[in-house]
């Protein structure tokens, strides 16, 4: 069965510096990954997808993932924090074919000014 | 750009009590979904559907769980009877197939119901 692991449950950076957020994941199979955001009382908005085409995925608000499969990471990056981009990230696989999910316990990124 | 729309935002009911969470899918998407969200804990799948049909369900969707598409626009959760251990954030979502490894499929949630039972 597939899984993912956030290496953090929190991670603090300063508006303008990078951000990097973990996230480990198990498969017996090349997986569909995405990268979820949820801003305070909002939905879980997609951030970014991998699905086998391109191992370094772009996203929405600068933000990008790369896929590593001899380290079974697909960590996710930001080149300068944002206040705005202060929320909860979770990091999810596919589970088969189908259209369930398997959500990580969730990152929160805290920007301060 | 199209969403998913859940209602209510919030409802609180007492234990025992049945509830109904309501969500409108994106008016193209075939294959509708819930997950829950307790407080603290993981997001975690509980049903899909469709055809009008449960394709796949978790285990903790049990017999007092239900879904239904009354209409051509709604796609409903009920909870018979409700217990404490429910209160969670139920999440709506809708995508056009089920996936398959190179669809390339996106599936989109809707904001959430905050069920809190007392």
């Known amino acids: 069965a597939q899984s993912v692991t956030q290496l953090d449950s929190h991670v603090s950076v300063s508006e303008g510096t990078p951000v990097l957020l973990r996230c480990n994941y198990s498969s017996s199979y090349s997986p569909s990954l995405f990268w979820y955001v949820q801003h305070p009382n909002k939905g879980l908005q997609l951030l970014l997808k991998y699905t086998s085409a391109a191992t370094l995925v772009k996203g929405i608000n600068g933000f990008e993932a790369e896929f590593k499969k001899s380290e079974t990471s697909f960590h996710l990056t930001k080149p300068s924090a944002h206040m705005s981009d202060a929320a909860e990230y979770f990091c999810?696989?596919?589970?088969?074919?189908?259209?369930?999910?398997?959500f990580g316990q969730g990152t929160e990124l805290s920007v301060k000014p | 750009e199209p969403e998913v729309t859940q209602t209510p935002s919030h409802q609180v009911t007492q234990m025992g009590q049945e509830v109904i969470l309501r969500c409108v899918p994106i008016s193209n998407h075939l294959y509708f979904y819930w997950y829950r969200q307790i407080l603290g804990q993981k997001v975690e799948f509980l049903v899909s559907f469709y055809n009008n049909e449960i394709s796949e369900k978790s285990e903790i969707f049990d017999d007092q769980f239900s879904v239904e598409r009354p209409d051509g626009s709604n796609f409903t959760l009920k909870i018979r009877s409700t217990k404490l251990e429910d209160s969670a954030m139920y999440f709506c979502?809708?995508?056009?197939?089920?996936?398959?490894?190179?669809?390339?499929?996106?599936?989109?949630f809707g904001e959430g119901s905050w069920l809190t039972v007392v």
């Open positions: 999810v696989v596919r589970q088969g074919q189908g259209g369930k999910l398997i």
């Open positions: 979502a809708s995508s056009v197939r089920a996936g398959g490894e190179l669809s390339g499929n996106t599936i989109y």
